[in-house]
């Protein structure tokens, strides 16, 4: 399934007609029912309507799952064979994944209500370009030697952790599924995935396609169902040697006790954020800073984990800035996602949305003003639409000025000096990514060495690439960097070889 660029409605609704969704879960490389033969339902949150039903997997399915990863690391398939092979077998799976980008993207677009456009142009070929960045490395970095003296060699080596698993969230499916893929496959791990419930079809699409590049049976394995069940289980496992999350902080946390409880297996969590983002006085072209602040706090309809939603502006730029914002949102279409031209799409659920509304409705209480958007939309559709919505005069004690939204709402601030700039965007427990906007390259050293946060981008909103770390400082994250080199390093376990020579 192929669609060409400029996106064309008719070609999608055609390319729609001809999806097929894997729906069972995938151990031991094949599709299965789950143990118990129950299944769920999973909605489109653009129509409200029952998408499709998939294995509702249990405690059962989490062992046989574990069982099959465990099997296959044992025999070294994959995690014996040389880096170059790893590396092969990865970038035929990428050629593999852009051969089908097509229909990896329709599948997160219906099962998130991510737009049609985002979904092709950035969350495909960044999943893409993340294996194969993973893949390239494998047999470039080195293993060291201890300095030594001369009776001694003393290696120092990286090998595998074993079975992780990776909980993932629903917000981008196949690209977090990639970030964390990437690098624990590049280091010969086994792995099972944990698809949010809301957004399993391209994680069962992504295994299939592995096991036709050649991974191994066993290696890559994916239960849908629920994260308070098998997600749960997978952490308690005392076979697990590792698991992988983004999500919300609340369960992070959870995480961290139930390796507590059981076999302290390695934690690594990517939480959320209440990000700043910072425009001095001496920011420049405020129509580039309002193109870039509207992009980082309403893209993917702020279901994201960066997104930009406290605004920290000069006092003197603030009203100049604000207009260019609000003109800005304006045209940033809300609909159907399937609609090319459409830039903001539904809320993932009907619960998510509510939560988003009510910290709308607790910033009207608690005297924000109201400037742009503040309610539900498209209500006819039976989507979760919720207007792009913006506040000024936000006090720091709101609960929008502190809580993590998760909906595409902004919070307006404004300050004198930049202390007090620096102060505002570090007063928050998180600590995921910030911008800060200024022409003055002292000042942007100065800023971006101060704010408090694992990514800080200079006169844009951005992630990095894939040669980037990406994790929070604070409440934001914990031990864990996606992305790099870096990640590579998490997923292994660090061993000594210390060998006494013969020196006579
Ligand atoms: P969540 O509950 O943290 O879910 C993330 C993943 O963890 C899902 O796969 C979920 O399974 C699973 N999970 C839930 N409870 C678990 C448990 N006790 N043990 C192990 N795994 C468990 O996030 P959410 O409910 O989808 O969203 C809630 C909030 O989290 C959002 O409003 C947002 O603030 C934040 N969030 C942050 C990110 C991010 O990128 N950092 C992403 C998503 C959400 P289910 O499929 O059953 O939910
Ligand atoms: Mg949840």
Known sequence: MTLSSPLERSAIDKAVGQLKFRTQAFIDGRFCDAASGKTYVSVNPATGKPLTELASCDI???????????????????????????????????????ANQAELALLDCLDAGKPINDCMTLDAPDTID??????????????????????????????????????????????????????????GNSVVVKPARQTSLSALRLAELAAEAGIPEGVFNVIPGSGSVIGAALCK?????????????????????????????????????????????SAGDLDHVAAEAVSCVFWNMGENCSSGSRLIVHRKLKDALL?????????????????????????????????????????????????????????ETGGYFVAATIFDDVQPDMRIAREEIFGPVLSVFTFDTEEQAIAMANDTTYGLTASVYTQNVGTAHRVARALRA???????????????????????????????????????????????????
């Open 323 to 379: 207009a260019r914002m609000v003109n800005v949102a304006g045209e940033w279409t809300v609909g159907d996602p399937l609609d090319p031209a459409t830039r903001i799409g539904p809320l993932i659920e009907e619960a998510h949305m509510k939560k988003v509304l009510d910290y709308i409705e607790s910033g009207k209480q608690q005297g924000a003003k109201l400037v742009l958007g503040g309610e539900r939309i498209l209500r």
């Open 130 to 187: 993340c294996f194969r960045w993973h893949a390239e490395a494998i047999d470039k970095e080195y293993e060291r030697l201890a300095p030594t003296g001369p009776e001694n060699v003393g290696m120092i080596v990286r090998e595998p952790l074993g079975v992780v698993g990776a909980i993932l969230p629903w917000n981008f499916p196949m690209q977090m599924a990639a970030w964390k893929l990437g690098p624990i496959l590049a280091t």
């Open 237 to 281: 496992h005392m076979d697990v040697d590792a698991v992988a999350f983004t999500g919300s902080t609340e369960v992070g946390r959870q995480l961290l006790e139930y390796s507590a409880q059981s076999n302290l297996k390695r934690i690594l969590l990517e939480l959320g954020g209440k990000n700043p983002q910072v425009v001095l006085e």
């Open 60 to 98: 059962p399915d989490v062992d046989a799952a574990v069982k099959a990863a465990r099997r296959a690391f044992d025999k070294g398939l994959w995690a014996k064979c040389s880096g170059a092979q790893r590396k092969s077998v990865l970038l035929k799976f990428a050629d593999l994944l852009e």
């Open 454 to 504: 694992g990514t800080v981008s200079v006169n844009c909103f951005s992630e990095g690439d894939a040669t980037t770390p990406f994790g929070g400082f604070g409440q934001s994250g914990f031990f864990g960097r996606d992305k790099s080199i870096f990640a590579h390093y998490q997923y292994t376990e660090l061993k000594t070889v210390w060998m006494q020579l013969n020196t006579h």
